[in-house]
């Protein structure tokens, strides 16, 4: 078992429980499989020493995201009701700042704009759009 960081935009895995787990850029996961691993190390999907060094795009998500998750949540009581502001999903001719944007809209409460705008920054137009763009059967 290796804990990697994901250096790619996603990386797909099977756990030692034996379910498919997708992880994103910058996640810190435990690979269980050696043919995970080893498929990862071929393509180059784990972050080095020297992708995790300071000033690096990947060191910045990351500090990002620890900065948000520490940062307080306001008591339910104290958040103003908003409508719910999530864009119609572009077409997957759009381009990829239309993209990009649609990601930020799309993202979890728990994640600011700046990390999911960062996220979609170092995805590809078609990572972003087979993210949510479903295949048909």
Do not use: C
Not at 76 to 102: F, G, H, M, N
Not at 107 to 128: F, G, H, N
């Amino acid at each position: 078992m290796a804990d990697k960081t994901i250096l790619h935009a996603t990386f797909w895995y099977i756990d030692d429980e034996g379910r498919h787990l997708t992880a994103l850029r910058g996640d810190t996961v435990a690979i269980t499989r050696d043919e995970d691993l080893k498929r990862g190390e071929r393509y180059g999907a784990f972050a080095t020493a020297k992708d995790l060094a300071a000033g690096t795009p990947l060191r910045r998500l990351l500090d990002l995201r620890q900065a948000n998750a520490q940062t307080a949540t306001p008591a339910p009581a104290e958040v103003e009701a908003t409508p719910d502001a999530k864009e119609e999903r572009p077409a997957p001719s759009a381009t990829k700042p239309d993209w990009v944007a649609y990601h930020v809209s799309q993202r979890p409460d728990d994640v600011d704009e700046d990390t999911a705008r960062a996220e979609a920054e170092a995805m590809t137009k078609a990572e972003l759009v087979a993210r949510y763009v479903e295949k048909p059967v």
